[in-house]
Antibody
Framework: EVQLVQSGGGLVQPGGSLRLSCAASGFMLTTDWMAWVRQAPGKGLEWVANINKDGSRKYYVDSVKGRFTISKDNAKNVLYLQMNSLRAEDTALYYC???????????WGQGTLVSVSS | QSALTQPASVSGSPGQSITISCTGTSSDIGGYMYVSWYQQHPGKAPKLMIFEVDNRPSGVSNRFSGSRSGNTASLTISDLQAEDEADYYC??????????FGGGTTLTVL
């Protein structure tokens, strides 16, 4: 059974850093593209980042470029999102997701809350 | 990177059909067959309902169907049921190996 279990959220001050983790089971991260998607309180979904199967290609929404880094440890089968220089507008529930071959997210993590506030 | 355009809300009575539209550009919806639809109930993670414009994942009711015409995709829910009340989001692959979501539509079953 495919599962994505997230950890690492919390409260951080503006300018601070956090690393989110997404532990995959039931499949290997080397076989699928993965993504991070966020949802600000009471708002819609926003795509944040993609990473390809071997981790060589990474893509980001403009608002996080240069501040966030998506990566994965294939040996541990864990996806990460390193978030630096955090801003109040980064406050959201962050989801990791696995792509079906068609850039559709067929499995999602449970979500982890990131709050940026002084 | 502006969101795809969806109506903020739609409503329908049980047994009726409703359609939610999702408008983009030739760089996303109009250029690729990678349109998806997600259902999200309050406090839950999104659930994939439609992929590649008009395909249903295993386990999704055939009351849900998708289509596309030009730069606009649509989700139709037939024989509306109470449990269909939720937020619905479209998404599309966009050139540059990125993804764009719609702003979301709240479906109310009257």
């Amino acid at each position: 059974e495919v599962q994505l279990v997230q950890s690492g959220g919390g409260l951080v001050q503006p300018g601070g850093s956090l690393r989110l983790s997404c532990a995959a089971s039931g499949f290997m991260l080397t076989t699928d593209w993965m993504a991070w998607v966020r949802q600000a309180p009471g708002k819609g979904l926003e795509w944040v980042a993609n990473i390809n199967k071997d981790g060589s290609r990474k893509y980001y929404v403009d608002s996080v470029k240069g501040r966030f880094t998506i990566s994965k440890d294939n040996a541990k089968n864990v996806l990460y999102l390193q978030m630096n220089s955090l801003r109040a507008e980064d406050t959201a529930l962050y989801y990791c997701g696995r792509y079906l071959g068609a850039f559709s997210l067929d499995y999602w993590g449970q979500g982890t809350l990131v709050s940026v506030s002084s | 990177q502006s969101a795809l355009t969806q109506p903020a809300s739609v409503s329908g009575s049980p047994g009726q059909s409703i359609t939610i539209s999702c408008t983009g550009t030739s760089s996303d919806i109009g250029g690729y067959m990678y349109v998806s639809w997600y259902q999200q109930h309050p406090g839950k993670a999104p659930k994939l309902m439609i992929f590649e414009v008009d395909n249903r994942p295993s386990g999704v009711s055939n009351r849900f169907s998708g289509s596309r015409s030009g730069n606009t995709a649509s989700l139709t829910i037939s024989d509306l049921q109470a449990e269909d009340e939720a937020d619905y989001y479209c998404s599309s692959f966009r050139s540059g190996d990125t993804v764009i979501f719609g702003g979301g539509t709240t479906l109310t079953v009257l």
